[in-house]
């Protein structure tokens, strides 16, 4: 694992958008996969969404899918979660993290036994 610094969290409407930010530090090349993941008050963490190194492939888990998109900025190594029509069940903190594998990212959390501080995302109703 390699540091990852989670931001762009905040408290919203119903509604609303948001855009995450992670950028990802210790890497000397591009060509690695990300993925998005959060956790619930009381719940498990989840993926919701992940991009191999040149965004051909990606992943939405069905909750987030139409919702949500996932990008990269490999020139910054920065990747981004938009997520528009925010609702209360998206409250969670939200973490990134990256892996040589887009397999292994998509896996899960379970692949991966290190992690940043996250940002917390709250939605009001």
């Known amino acids: 694992q390699v540091p990852v610094v989670e931001s762009g969290g905040g408290l919203v409407q119903a509604g609303w958008s948001l855009r995450l930010s992670c950028v990802i530090s210790g890497r000397t090349s591009s060509v690695y996969a990300m993925g998005w993941f959060r956790q619930a008050p009381g719940k498990e963490r989840e993926l919701i969404a992940a991009i191999d190194w040149s965004g051909d492939e990606t992943f939405f888990a069905d909750s987030v899918k139409g919702r949500f998109t996932i990008s990269r900025d490999n020139a910054k190594n920065t990747l981004y979660l938009q997520m528009d029509s925010l609702n209360p069940v998206d409250t969670a903190v939200y973490y990134c993290?990256?892996?040589?594998?887009?397999?292994?990212?998509?896996?899960?959390?379970?692949?991966?036994?290190?992690w940043g501080r996250g940002t917390q995302v709250t939605v009001s109703s």
């Open positions: 993290n990256e892996n040589d594998s887009y397999r292994v990212v998509v896996a899960g959390p379970l692949s991966f036994g290190s």
